[in-house]
Each structure stands twice: as C-alpha cells, then as structure tokens.
C-alpha cells in the first residue's frame, strides 16, 4: 500500500502542473493598466552629431598688421554626453557637454607682397622680435573647443504604452550654447569663449530604461579674439572673428533611465 502511494505522489505533482499558466511579463509593467501612462524620467547618455562646417556658411574676419587674410575651415564631428529631465510627456529641459575640433588654415590675400613685407622686417630688427614671422603669413591652426548646451524640448508622444512600457514621440527643441576655445599650437591669439544657439526636430523611441532619440540640427557659433600681445596701434589690426551656421545636422543619443 506504501509503496503505491508512493507511486501516486509524482502523478499528482504532474497533474497539477498541467492546470498551471505560466504568463511571461518580463516585457511588461509590474502591473498593468489601463489609466496609467508611460512617464519619461530623467536620463543620461553618449552624443553624437554628424557636423559638416561648409565654406559658404562661413563668416570671418583673420587680420594681421591690418593685412586681411583668407581661411579655410573643417572639422571634426560633435561627441559627448547629454541629459533629460522631463517635466512631462510633453515638456523638459536637456544638456549636452560635448568636444568639437576645428581645423583652420590661413593666408595672407597677396602672399607675395605678405613675405616682401615680412623679409623687410627681419632687415629692420635684425632677426630679434620680429612682428611678423613667417608662420604668421600662412599656417594652420589647431582648434579644440568644450561645448555646454542647455535647452527646452516640447513634443507629442505618437503612441505610448503603460503596460509595455513603450513610447515613441515626436519633438522639437531651443537651446543655448557656450564653451571654450584651446588653440593647441603655439598661437599669438588669445582663446576666446565660443556662444551660439540650436534649434532643430527628433524622434525619440523609449523602451523601459532605455531611449534612442535622433533627427537634424541647425547651429550657430561665434568667437571673436586678438593678439595676446598687439604689434601694432589699434587691436583690431590683429583680429580673428568666426561666424558660422551648421545646417540640417543629423544627430544621435542613447540614454538610460537612473530614476
């Protein structure tokens, strides 16, 4: 009689796992419903902006002895870290702390008459303290800048799911810009702080914790420095001013919610 109840036991247990439903809700909220909404939360992540600095959106102004110079300008892409902090599905505030490098070549407008010039001043001092040297005629500098961003984005959630844990919105946003410029070769210009603005449009797709957002950008960025040291009366006779627009600048970010 033992041992066939014994033989029961292991049948009964299948049995009764038989009637048992399993419900996967790894992919779900913990609880669902129907009047809740996926909330946005604060969240940090790497950036990236595809920047293309084109000539004809450029304006300058490089001055040197009050000679007029010409320039060309490239760059490198616009990378770093960024940060939401939604007020709500509609509205919030975000930053960007990102690196920039600006590659700028110069030259004199009339070379030929520039080191005629230059040649007469190294006969007149003798080769000491010469105002202005060769690398001042046609060089090239190298240019690093640390960017901080802070704007407001605004935008209308497309879908969004409480129980799944899903939004996709789309949004537009208005920011500020400022930063520092850090000239890496040894460069008579002072470095100067860099201000802009940017405006542009996204589509943000959040899934629990975790967010991909991307879409285009328009930037704006000026700075405007002299001499360290002038060479000559007026300061403006040693200036160095860039004015440029980024148009239609794509851009990426990943983020994670911390809470």
């Not at 603005?197 to 960025?221: D, K, M, P, Q, S």
Request: net charge negative.
């Amino acid at each position: 009689m033992s041992k066939l109840f014994l033989a029961l036991i292991p049948c009964a247990a299948a049995l009764s796992l038989a009637d048992t439903v399993f419900i996967d809700n790894s992919m779900a909220a913990d609880n669902k419903s129907d009047i809740n909404e996926y909330e946005e939360r604060f969240a940090i992540g790497p950036y990236i902006e595809f920047t293309n600095i084109k000539m004809d959106n450029v304006n300058w102004d490089y001055t040197v002895y009050g000679r007029k110079y010409d320039i060309e300008v490239n760059n490198t892409f616009t990378f770093g870290g960024t940060g939401i902090l939604p007020f709500n599905n509609y509205v919030g505030i975000y930053a960007i702390l990102a690196y920039q490098f600006l590659g700028v070549s110069y030259k004199d407008r009339n070379l030929k008459e520039a080191y005629a010039v230059q040649e007469a001043m190294e006969i007149e001092y003798d080769g000491w303290n010469v105002p202005v040297e060769k690398d001042d005629i046609e060089g090239h500098h190298k240019i690093h800048i640390a960017l901080a961003q802070i704007g407001v984005d605004f935008g209308v959630p497309l879908y969004s799911s409480y129980n799944y844990q899903f939004m996709c919105k789309l949004y537009g946003f208005v920011g500020g810009i400022t930063g520092k410029t850090f000239f890496q070769n040894d460069s008579k210009y002072l470095a100067p702080a860099i201000w802009g603005y940017t405006y542009g449009a996204g589509l943000r797709v959040a899934f629990h914790a975790f967010t991909l957002a991307g879409g285009i950008r328009n930037t704006h960025e000026y700075f405007h420095t002299y001499y360290e040291q002038p060479i000559s009366d007026k300061k403006e006779n040693e200036e160095f001013m860039l004015d440029f627009d980024a148009f239609l600048q794509p851009y990426v970010s990943a983020t994670i919610d911390l809470f």
